[in-house]
């Protein structure tokens, strides 16, 4: 684990700033200790819940106390990788299933990091900590400004020509950031290259070019089309990028770890059932396992099947089907023990849309975020 988060490559800020929780994101009997006090410090109601607010001020306090820098230095680095911490927490809280907050009219676990998700916030904050880092460098090209803060080509967001920049002279703005989104994008450009020495002289027609290279790169980060890529994109196109297709397990060490965050893929995952989505507008939903633009050949094949054989019935259930403003997440649930044979298949235990009631055929094993 400890290799993987420090396989992100950037700033001193951000080798600053990691130095100060990633061992707390190990799974070692030392770090279990460390974290065991972080938490309390965390925590100080001891509610057993960790809020935005609170997690936003652990983070200061464990900065300031770190021994190795001035409170001024401190303070410049909690602000500097401030826009990342919101993400991190987000995608923790989402790791464990959601229960209904006593006490509360309409809280839920799903908005608060709880005890056993501490250690998956930590590794979030590293991870997200070394995309903002890459993002900065890209914004204006000057790490976020000296106090943390933005500066007039510091805008919190990225333009084609600042993206086109970074992209020149070898990708210099993006090289050696160990995120695969951007590796594959210096990858890409180095074919471009090659390929251009090899055919000099050459016509050229039907290449692959710089532009089309950076152009198509850059609208697939900017997923509302308008332009700008922010950094709420900008880390779900790595995010993304790392967790890769699990159906044909090409995960990185890091997607393994942003997976377990993943709220829809993970609860999909366990239960075999649809996930409502109506209503919803959070962002990490965007190219999730459960969005169609992301949903696995097996799991598309079924529903597909499934659609047709229903329209050759004149079954009512198609309406109902189509109907709806859900997705269906077909039962490909795998049951310890059981192999593929104990996962149900059933199109009646896949069609409860409404009621939610799990797939049966065994329990299934959870990642562990102790």
């Known amino acids: 684990l400890s290799d993987a988060l420090s396989s992100i490559k950037g700033s001193s800020d951000l080798n600053i700033f990691r130095g100060a929780f990633v061992a707390l994101a190990k799974n070692d009997a030392e770090a279990k200790a460390a974290r065991k006090k972080a938490w309390s410090a965390a925590d100080p109601n001891g509610n057993g819940y960790l809020s935005v607010a609170e997690f936003d001020a652990w983070i200061k306090r464990t900065l300031l106390r770190s021994g190795s820098l001035t409170p001024y230095e401190a303070d410049r680095t909690w602000r500097l990788f401030r826009p990342c911490y919101l993400r991190a927490h987000h995608d923790a809280a989402d790791a464990l299933a959601t229960k209904k907050v006593g006490g509360t009219v309409s809280a839920s676990t ?40 933005t500066s007039v080509a510091d805008d919190r967001r990225i333009g084609m020509a600042e993206w086109r920049a970074a992209c020149a002279n070898g990708a210099a703005g993006i090289r050696g950031r160990g995120l695969r989104g951007l590796d594959d994008v210096v990858h890409a450009l180095a074919e471009v290259e090659d390929a ?84 919803r507008e959070d962002s990490s939903l965007k190219g999730s396992a459960v969005s169609p633009d992301h949903v696995s050949s097996k799991a598309l094949d079924w529903y597909q099947e499934h659609v047709k054989e229903l329209a050759r019935s004149g079954s009512e259930e198609l309406q109902k089907l189509k109907g709806k403003t859900e997705y ?11 192999g593929t044979a104990g996962a149900t298949s059933s199109p009646a235990a896949a069609m409860t849309l409404s009621t939610g009631s799990p797939t049966a055929g065994g329990s ?7």
């Open 328 to 338: 269906v997440v077909p039962p490909i649930v795998y049951p310890v023990g059981a």
């Open 110 to 149: 799903d908005d608060y990091v709880q005890k056993g998700e501490f250690r998956l916030a930590n590794a979030y904050l590293c991870i997200y900590a070394g995309m903002l880092d890459a993002f900065n460098a890209v914004d204006g090209g000057s790490g976020g400004g000296r106090d943390g803060g």
């Open 364 to 370: 299934v094993r959870m990642p562990d975020t102790s």
């Open 196 to 279: 251009a020495v090899g055919d000099r002289g050459r016509s050229g027609v039907g290449q692959r070019t710089f532009d089309d290279v950076v152009e198509t790169a850059f609208h697939e980060m900017d997923g509302d089309g308008k332009g700008m890529v922010l950094l709420g994109e900008w880390c779900e196109f790595l995010k993304q990028k790392e967790i890769g297709d699990s159906a044909r397990a090409t995960s990185t060490p890091l997607g393994a770890l942003l997976s377990v965050g993943d709220t829809e893929f993970n609860k999909a995952k366990a239960s075999g059932f649809t996930t409502r989505l109506a209503g």
